[in-house]
């Protein structure tokens, strides 16, 4: 059974950068597909971001690309997405999230919010 732990997430302003990391156990991070989805309140949770497993294959939501990055540590099991030019509505609770066959697996979430 993988395990995800995410961290790295907290209050900030506007304009500001943060970077959120998820530490992968349990299975081996390099078979793969990984990738962070996000819930405002009041909404659905949404994929932002995916990486394959080899990492040569990326996908970023309209809503984030050009602002976010997402990357990956194989050997070290770690997959860290890296947000820039924060929003106000980028305000949610970010999940990391590994795709088992066709199924994501998520971890418990850390909060971002983004002030004015």
């Known amino acids: 059974q993988v395990q995800l732990v995410e961290s790295g997430g907290g209050l900030v302003q506007a304009g500001d950068s943060l970077r959120l990391s998820c530490e992968v156990s349990?299975?081996?991070?390099?078979?793969?597909?990984m990738g962070w989805f996000r819930q405002a309140p009041g909404k659905e949770r949404e994929l932002v971001t995916s990486?394959?497993?080899?990492?040569?294959?990326?996908f970023y939501a309209d809503s984030v690309k050009g602002r976010f990055t997402i990357s990956r540590d194989n050997a070290k099991n770690m997959v860290y997405l890296q947000m820039d030019s924060l929003k106000p509505e980028d305000t949610a609770v970010y999940y990391c999230?590994?795709?088992?066959?066709?199924?994501?697996?998520w971890g418990q979430g850390t909060q971002v919010t983004v002030s004015l």
């Open positions: 349990g299975r081996t991070l390099s078979s793969y597909t």
């Open positions: 990486v394959s497993s080899s990492g040569g294959t990326q």
């Open positions: 999230a590994a795709k088992i066959g066709v199924i994501w697996r």
